[in-house]
């Protein structure tokens, strides 16, 4: 049994390694000027590290601005999505109206119709709103999330009515119980949300591809593709892969600083089904 | 883009069904599927069969699998454009220094659909190791311990207990996988723009361009009509099978 689990545990690391190497290839590529970059056979470690590429990748695209583009929009979003599924979360689980379980179902059947089939006409939609090329026709679409709302929903669903009934005694009100009680214990369950949230916004590329035009707009997915697109059909990959090493650094580091919560979280996303 | 609306009952469908380039498009996903499917699921229970265990480095390896994961999918296909660069990526480099000359990869008509299924399979791997990672820690212990007892060996544990309880995972990572092959297209646009001669194309792609290149946006939501069936037949035979085959203990 022990050879078999070393046999294993060997197999598993090479791969492993090869699984790192891409990344690794990156960087290499990115820090090579000239006839190194495209040499046969290749050398891992460039023999003249540069960061030339780099400075030329702060030259074409305006990074920063791509950055901050990013992030704003994805805290927006975040910020909305877990406003709306924690509200309506509430109101699924704790109070009663008309129609709520035919509405809920309604929410449930919209997390089975992928974003790519509602593509043209939530676009045609936006266009009759006048809102292509603004942020704000790429924030509406995905402020709120069924997925969001559903999860919210049954969290909130758990939380013991005795926690509530003394509020109620003493005359709270719904606002109140919402946020004095239920938001409180759904702390985990946010986090959950907001994690996935952010990776989804920060990677989205097609929503924003076909909404946003001008380069000052643009996030961080739309400016790497400007970056291989229109600049470089001189095949300049070493500068590609600068910029793409630079694109990766910020999301790499709050994954490793938080990669248990954020499994959890892509594993939490995957069982709901 | 703006040409006026019309009403003009089933023709966009109509259309479709002459459409080749639409066929080709609609033909390619299962070719992908072929091509994805069954690396991606035996690659990732590999590595979950192989990091249940805790072991010296298995967390820094659960993270190096996982990485590809949370990368964007412009930067995977990027990156994997440059690695099987025909000309002097890494991959045909080391081929040649061997005295092998590689194939064109992205820019081949033969090529291209496994250039553009291979940055998936690694970018996906780490998901589906991860789904499997928490099935296999559901299954009890007890039951393989007991399994043990009665002499059974590794490779029976394996295939008449462990796989079996783990069905539950291995089918929703089956499905998730189908359902997300339908719609492949942020790796085809940035390698291959579902090139050369229409090789990769694939059905949102088809959408894409037919709606914001030709401004047809009537008969990309028939296209869109046709993925939404589809997509709903598989949730579908999904909630029937489900049923039927999962073994739940």
Not at chain 1, 59 to 66: G, V
Not at chain 2, 119 to 132: A, H, N
Not at chain 2, 224 to 241: A, E, K
Request: net charge positive.
């Amino acid at each position: 049994m022990n050879r078999q689990s070393l046999r294993s545990k060997i197999v598993v690391s090479i791969f492993g390694l090869a699984m790192l190497f891409p990344f690794i290839w990156m960087v290499s590529s990115s820090l090579k000027v000239g006839a190194e970059a495209f040499a046969t056979p290749p050398t891992l470690i460039p023999k003249h590290p540069t960061l030339e590429n780099y400075r030329r990748v702060f030259e074409i695209i305006d990074l920063p601005r791509l950055f901050l583009n990013s992030l704003i929009i994805s805290i927006i979003i975040v910020t909305l999505q877990l406003t709306t599924a924690s509200l309506a979360g509430y109101a699924f689980a704790r109070l009663h109206f008309r129609g709520k379980n035919a509405i809920f179902v309604v929410y449930l059947a919209t997390m089975m119709i992928p974003f790519q089939v509602i593509l043209v006409p939530m676009f045609i939609e936006m266009r009759q709103l006048g809102l292509i090329d603004s942020y704000l026709g790429l924030i509406l679409p995905t402020c709120t999330s069924a997925f969001a709302v559903f999860l919210m929903r049954q969290v909130m669903l758990g939380i013991p009515r005795e926690l509530e009934e003394a509020a109620i005694l003493d005359g709270a009100s719904h606002f109140r119980l919402f946020r004095s009680i239920a938001l409180p214990l759904c702390v985990p369950t946010l986090a959950t949300l907001g994690i996935l949230g952010f990776m989804g916004t920060w990677n989205a590329f097609l929503w924003p591809l076909v909404m946003i035009y001008s380069p000052e707009k643009m996030t961080l997915p739309l400016g790497l593709a400007l970056l291989s697109g229109e600049h470089s059909s001189s095949n300049d990959w070493p500068m590609i892969m600068a910029g793409t090493t630079l694109s990766i650094i910020p999301i790499v580091i709050v994954y490793l600083l938080f990669q248990r919560k954020i499994a959890q979280s892509f594993l939490t996303a995957g069982l709901k089904g | 883009m703006l040409s006026p609306i019309k009403w003009i009952g089933l023709g966009n469908f109509r259309e479709l069904l002459h459409d080749a380039s639409f066929h080709q498009a609609l033909f390619h996903t299962p070719l992908f599927i072929i091509g994805y499917l069954p690396f991606v699921y035996i690659a990732g229970l590999s590595a979950a069969l192989a990091l249940e265990r805790r072991f010296r480095g298995s967390s820094a390896l659960r993270t190096i699998y996982f990485l590809p994961v949370i990368t964007s999918w412009i930067v995977v296909a990027l990156l994997w454009k440059w690695i099987l660069n025909p000309e002097n990526g890494l991959v045909n480099s080391i081929l040649a220094s061997i005295g092998i000359d590689g194939p064109g990869w992205w820019t081949s008509k033969s090529w291209a659909m496994i250039s553009v299924i291979i940055p998936s399979i690694w970018k996906d791997l780490g998901y589906t190791m991860l789904i499997l990672l928490a099935g296999l820690q559901a299954i009890p212990p007890e039951y393989k311990e007991a399994a043990a007892i009665d002499g059974a060996s590794r490779r029976q544990i394996l295939y008449k207990i462990t796989l079996p309880l783990l069905s539950p995972a291995s089918f929703f990572v089956i499905v998730t996988g189908l359902i997300s092959s339908f719609q492949v297209f942020d790796q085809v646009y940035v390698m291959t723009e579902g090139g050369p001669e229409g090789s990769t194309s694939v059905i949102v792609q088809q959408i894409v361009k037919n709606s914001f290149d030709y401004g047809r946006m009537g008969y990309a939501s028939a296209m869109s009509m046709i993925l939404f069936v589809v997509i709903m037949v598989i949730t579908g035979i999904q909630i029937l099978l489900q049923k039927r085959w999962v073994n739940y203990e």
